[in-house]
């Protein structure tokens, strides 16, 4: 293969890997979007602590799912808890 387009050819396959690269690094940050848009956010801790504590006593697993967001049955499942 002659030089040049050897060049051309690593050339083409560098620009074709980062835009791949661009492309993931997109898709994981609008799923990291996607996923805090799912979860309560508070304006103070204490108001996180009390709409935790009332989750809790009343056992409802939809306002649980809201404070901790998509990843709560990995918090909740983890060995350090039981």
Do not use: C, W
Not at 26 to 32: F, G, I, T, V
Not at 42 to 68: G, M, N, R, S, Y
């Amino acid at each position: 293969m002659n030089p040049r387009r050897r060049y051309e050819a690593i050339e083409r396959r560098v620009f074709l890997g980062a835009a791949l690269a661009l492309l993931l690094a997109s898709y994981a940050l609008a799923a990291q979007k996607e996923a805090a848009s799912n979860q309560t956010r508070f304006a103070t801790p204490e108001e996180a602590v009390e709409a935790l504590a009332h989750a809790a006593q009343a056992k409802d697993q939809t306002a649980l799912a809201a404070i901790f967001g998509p990843d709560r049955a990995k918090l909740l499942k983890s060995p350090r808890l039981h």
